[in-house]
């Protein structure tokens, strides 16, 4: 009624490949935990700089048009400053 020597030594070796393989999908788990923390760190610090980009373009398109502004101005004096100087 027992089980023959042969199928307990396939018992013996399925068992041992079972318990390889779950402390393999273990070791495995735990490093894609760690490395999709990894991820969400550079995706959040990515994330952060990308925000300072858009502010930082913002900051220079809302100081653009004055310094466009200005440099005209600074143009027609300057243009007018050597007329002046070409005329006397």
């Known amino acids: 009624m027992g089980m023959s020597t ?3 030594i396939l018992v013996i070796i ?9 402390i393999v999908a273990i070791i495995a788990t735990v490093y894609i935990i760690k490395i999709a923390k990894r991820v969400r760190n550079i ?6 700089v990308a925000d300072s980009m858009e502010d930082a373009a913002y900051a220079f398109r809302r100081t653009a048009t004055p310094l466009a502004f200005l440099r005209l101005i600074s143009n027609i004096v300057e243009h007018a400053s050597r007329g002046r ?4």
Do not use: D, P, Q, R
């Open 6 to 8: 042969a199928a307990e």
């Open 14 to 22: 399925v068992s041992a490949i079972l318990a390889v393989f779950l």
């Open 43 to 48: 995706t959040a610090h990515a994330e952060n």
């Open 85 to 88: 100087k070409k005329k006397g």
